[in-house]
DNA sequence: ATCGTCTTGAGATAGCTTATCAATATCAAT
DNA sequence: ATTGATATTGATAAGCTATCTCAAGACGAT
């Protein structure tokens, strides 16, 4: 019952102490299952849990997501017309490459890109938790 | 009357011919307000056309910068709780740096990065239209 | 166990975007 | 230029996601 989620376990409850907040069973059960999943919306965990507890209710799990945010657990990220959560301490991070005439997407890494978003962080006092690249253009077969 | 956004109006044309879309009075106004800007929500622009024309309504300004969205001009891209259209043409393109703690936004732009975007898209046989990158983080005052 | 405070669940509400539809504008063919 | 077929517009209703409200219940320090 340790769990290897204990780190962030803990760092909810630090945050929960911080500002008077109380750890509640809802709480819990929700960080345990956001913590499998790289990243997910407030509605899909709703129908997630659902199965285990189906009085949970939607705002609560749009509270707690909010919480995580505020606790570093989670980030936000608007994307189409939903909300996804990102699981913060989830490392393997890829970006895209979309082609406007297909819609064919290509996942990859680079970590100059990488060095240098770190850079112009802290050029700007700024910590990066996390980023979005996205390149949109055309494959090589939509170019013709 | 030729104007500056001569190129942009004939890509607009040539779409609006290949999908059977009428060229329309709105469409042109739209347009051209468009183009000044480097970035702008529908709101913003239907209170700023409202001056010209008090009857354009807001859902035509939604229809509208969608359609240029398919016609390659524009892009969508969410932000907060409301949608920005990106002028794709617009030279000096800046990414964001976004702070998780206070909402603050900082614009950036960096030549080196966009140099590797381009690489990695070669390679994989892309031609780069456009690119959306977003970094994430604390700022200084944020951090504590 | 008690009490003050925080949290929850359910539904109402708010904000942004899209759908509906009758009236009108556009454009190709006369 | 007129016609006719089709797309577009404007106004408003509807849809969706996320937040707010508040009475009832849970938490935790004492």
Redesign the pocket.
């Known amino acids: 019952m340790s769990g290897k989620f204990a780190k962030e376990m803990s760092a909810l409850k630090e945050h929960?102490?911080k500002?008077?907040?109380?750890?509640?069973?809802?709480?819990e059960m929700?960080l345990t299952a956001f913590l499998r999943q790289e990243h997910i919306?407030?509605?899909a965990m709703y129908h997630q849990l659902a199965k285990t507890?189906p009085?949970?209710?939607?705002?609560?799990i749009?509270?707690?997501?909010?919480?995580f945010c505020d606790a570093g657990i989670a980030q936000?990220r608007?994307f189409g017309?939903?909300?996804q959560y990102d699981n913060v301490s989830h490392k393997g991070h890829h970006d895209h490459l979309i082609c406007t005439g297909c819609g064919k997407i290509v996942e990859f890494e680079n970590c100059e890109i990488e060095k240098l978003q770190e850079e112009v962080a802290a050029r700007n006092g700024f910590t990066i938790q996390t980023h979005r690249l996205e390149l949109y253009g055309l494959c090589s077969r939509c170019r013709h």
Chains 1, 2 share one sequence.
């Open positions: 929960l102490g500002h008077q907040l109380k750890f509640t069973r809802q709480r929700i919306t407030a509605e507890d009085h949970l209710g939607l705002a609560t749009y509270r707690t997501l909010n919480l936000a608007h017309s939903q909300t």
